[in-house]
Structures are given as C-alpha cells and as structure tokens.
C-alpha cells in the first residue's frame, strides 16, 4: 500500500498567485519538509503542459532525487505558494538557471546541471 504525502500546504491552502504555466518537477524537501527553493532550472519541456521549470531545495543528493518517491509534478502555482520568491523568475527563457544565496537569500544565475545520458 503506497503511503501518502502529508504536505506542507495543504491542498485546500493552496490560492491561484499565478496564472496556469502548466506543470513542473519538484522534491518533496519543498512540497513535503516546506523548504525553500533553493535552485531551480528551466529545461526545454518534455510535453505540451511541462513548463520546463525544474525545483528542488538544494540540498538533495542525486539518490534522494532518482528515488521517485521523493519526486512529483506539480502545478507551478503551488509551488509559488510554497515560495513565492520565485514569481519574477517564471517567465525567464528555456536554459536559465538560479540558486539561493545563502548568505543574503537572493536568486542569482547559476549554472545548468549536466544533461543525463
């Protein structure tokens, strides 16, 4: 039997801050522990509703994110709700790139992980 997420924002918590931009990847170190997001990406979309948006906190190792049970789409509105910080970035081109400072807690450019074979 397949246990269920118990999110940081319950689903009847989750308001419309932005408009629908389709769906993206994130971790469950933001939908499941309520981090922020720490590093994200923009790679071309897999299908016509992928926004390209990839979110993770940061933090994760690569085993923590090839574990699939770590790992869900979302709505990119519900993961603005979890960090709204990211709005002024959503519309950023396909090859984009931001970590977090952790020293001011601002976005910068950042590099794109290697692609994976």
Same mark, same amino acid.
């Given at each position: 039997?397949?246990?269920?997420?118990?999110?940081?924002?319950? =689903? $009847?918590?989750?308001?419309?801050?932005? +408009?629908?931009?389709? !769906?993206?990847?994130?971790?469950?170190?933001?939908?499941? $522990?309520?981090?922020?997001?720490?590093?994200?990406?923009?790679?071309?979309?897999?299908?016509?509703?992928?926004?390209?948006?990839?979110?993770?906190?940061?933090?994760?190792?690569?085993? !923590?994110?090839?574990?699939?049970? %770590?790992?869900?789409?979302?709505?990119? %509105?519900?993961?603005? %709700?979890?960090? +709204?910080?990211?709005?002024?970035?959503?519309?950023?081109?396909? =090859?984009?790139?931001?970590?977090? $400072?952790?020293?001011? =807690?601002?976005?910068? %450019?950042?590099?794109? +992980?290697? +692609?994976? $074979?």
């Amino acid at each position: 039997m397949t246990q269920q997420k118990k999110f940081a924002i319950p =689903g $009847d918590k989750i308001v419309r801050l932005v +408009p629908d931009q389709g !769906y993206c990847f994130a971790t469950d170190r933001i939908t499941v $522990d309520g981090c922020r997001v720490g590093y994200m990406y923009r790679e071309e979309p897999d299908e016509e509703m992928d926004s390209g948006w990839r979110f993770f906190a940061g933090d994760e190792s690569q085993e !923590y994110v090839d574990d699939g049970k %770590n790992v869900d789409l979302y709505s990119v %509105n519900t993961i603005v %709700n979890y960090d +709204p910080e990211i709005i002024p970035f959503l519309n950023a081109p396909i =090859g984009a790139a931001y970590e977090r $400072d952790e020293e001011d =807690g601002r976005f910068r %450019n950042a590099e794109m +992980p290697e +692609p994976l $074979d």
